[in-house]
């Protein structure tokens, strides 16, 4: 019997899709999941050192939004 990989979380996907490499539906479905390039945040290369610590703020700044996020909403 097959695993309903739409009730599993992406971790559980994740660690699904190691074990059993010859499957390709999980991909499938954690595929679906990700964020919409359009919704995505793009990070050019930095120039400067300058530019690579503004960018490194930039993204603890947006996975900690995101990880209060998901802690508000279980």
Known sequence: M??????MTNKELREYALTHR???EPLRVLYR???????????HPPKTKEEEQQQFELFK?????KEGKKNRHG
């Open 2 to 7: 097959r695993p309903n990989f739409e009730k």
């Open 22 to 24: 010859d499957e390709i």
């Open 33 to 43: 999941r990700r964020t919409p390039d359009s919704e995505a945040i793009w990070f």
């Open 61 to 65: 700044r947006i996975v900690e939004e």
